[in-house]
């Protein structure tokens, strides 16, 4: 009796199992099942699919790395003040008055048994930008690059670190700087010594290449830079900035161009992304990108503070056409009449992704904006070793901790950066509603191609 009345539980039990799981089955509840892994079931990685491109396998990354130089490329209005703050604090024997200034703190890089072997030390926006315009003013100075290649960048304009106390430390093939900067992605390359390039190219790129002549001009970065003035560059690099600027003409130009043709026969003219080049180089970059909407608002403000062109009544936010406007010759600083302002802005931005060369040849009308934005995303999924999300600091800077091993974002948390003060606050807040308003949100997205891109590019991230 007792056998029949648990036979007829179980069955009852099994009917009523099997009842549910075909209700839920014509239902659209998404359960959290073992379904998670298979993209067609998954509404998050059916999402990401839309941004995704043909798997590559570049570099590989994994926990407690010690390669150096550490670079943040910090883009302006996401909260790269504090992250700089933050990078600065992580390290030993921190004892600064102010994060940028000087004292006898380090970055302990140890090897497998635990010993320090090199101590890596903090560079805080010590390297000039190289920009089409030499005239355009950064943060960190500019100086003019007519080059058309990584490569040429790094062989046609040379940089250094002259603003960094400790930069000696980067020399021959190692170059243990943790640096911080408002510089777009590949700027190191024109910063790190010839020793350093010469190794990287000669055991990434050069075996693969006949009659390489890249390998010639690496070796000649400590040696002759321009053959036409017979000026020899020290082994540090340095170049003065009023020399450089008077050998524009006679030595980069001419020496970008030479290097390009032979970067073009290697590669072949048809070769319009770099990011390979940019994600096989032995640096550990960094980034944080926040949201196009809020970002926006935030840069319009700034510049609406600090530039004369838009204190007009006229000049508001909410004008799409004032806003979304393009003026030519591949356009034209933001400074001129503030007209296309988020257009300007969020080119820019993508050229942090997608490196100096970038700007210099959308400039030259050598690329559209399609390939600007696919340089700038294989280069988010291959060239940074942590990419993070301003609305995720903390879990940013755990992702920097576990993945190198000389940077602990949790010492010295005291220590925070400056942020930037706003008047106006109420028109502020007005414009942070109107660019949150799907609606309006989606008008900039369908009239604008380039906040599109943006916006892409985020998501990406």
């Known amino acids: 009796m007792h056998e029949r009345r648990y036979t007829l539980t179980l069955l009852l039990l ?14 659209n509840v998404y359960l959290p099942t073992n379904d998670l892994y298979h993209a067609d079931n998954n509404p998050i990685i059916k999402e990401r699919k839309k941004y995704a491109f043909e798997a590559t396998n570049i570099r590989k990354w994994g926990c407690n790395r010690t390669d150096t130089p550490f670079i943040f490329i910090h883009i302006g209005k996401a909260g790269g003040g504090s992250h700089r ?15 940028h200034s000087n004292d006898e703190s380090y970055y302990p890089i140890r090897n497998d048994a635990g010993y320090i072997v090199t101590r890596a030390q903090f560079c805080n926006s010590g390297s000039a930008n190289f920009l089409p315009n030499g005239a355009e003013k950064t943060f960190e100075g500019t100086r003019q690059c007519s080059a058309t290649t990584p490569i040429g960048q790094a062989i046609a304009c040379p940089g250094d670190l002259n603003q960094c106390e400790k930069s000696s430390v980067c020399k021959s093939d190692s170059c243990p700087i943790v640096y911080v900067g408002h510089n777009k992605l590949g700027s190191e390359l024109h910063w790190l010594p010839s020793e350093y390039l010469t190794k990287w190219w000669s055991e990434t790129w050069s075996n693969e290449i006949a009659n390489d002549p890249i390998k010639s001009h690496f070796k000649s970065l400590s040696g002759i830079w321009c053959q036409n003035e017979q000026v020899i560059r020290p082994k540090k690099r340095p170049l003065n900035g009023k020399i450089y600027k008077s050998l524009v003409d006679k030595c980069s130009v001419p020496l970008a161009n030479h290097v390009d043709e032979d970067v073009f026969k290697i590669f ?42 838009s204190r007009s009544p ?9 806003a979304i406007a393009r003026i030519e010759s591949r356009y034209e600083s933001v400074d001129i009449g503030g007209i296309g302002w988020a257009t300007q802005f969020s080119m820019n931005y993508m050229f942090y992704l997608c490196g100096e060369e970038c700007l210099v040849r959308w400039k030259s009308g050598m690329i559209n904006l399609p390939e600007v934005e696919q340089q700038a995303e294989h280069n988010l999924r291959n060239s940074f070793a942590v990419v993070g999300l301003l609305n995720e600091t903390e879990e940013f800077y755990e992702m920097i901790s576990n993945r190198i091993q000389y940077m602990d974002t949790s010492l010295n948390k005291h220590v925070v950066g400056s942020k930037h003060n706003f008047s106006n606050i109420g028109i502020i807040t007005e414009c942070q509603v109107l660019y949150q308003d799907p609606a309006f949100q989606k008008q900039l997205l369908n009239l604008s191609d380039e906040i599109a891109a943006l916006n892409r590019l985020f998501k990406v991230a």
């Open 85 to 99: 703050a933050r990078f600065a604090a992580s390290s030993v024997n921190y004892n600064k008055s102010a994060w």
């Open 314 to 322: 006229t000049f508001t936010c909410g004008n799409i056409e004032q």
């Open 268 to 309: 072949g003219n048809e070769e319009v992304n770099w990011s390979k080049l940019y994600a096989s180089l032995p640096v550990l970059r960094v980034i944080v990108v926040r949201e196009p909407f809020s970002w926006l608002v935030s840069k319009f403000f700034w510049h609406h503070q600090r530039l004369a062109f």
């Open 14 to 27: 099994i009917f009523l199992i099997i009842k549910i799981y075909t209700e839920v089955a014509q239902t």
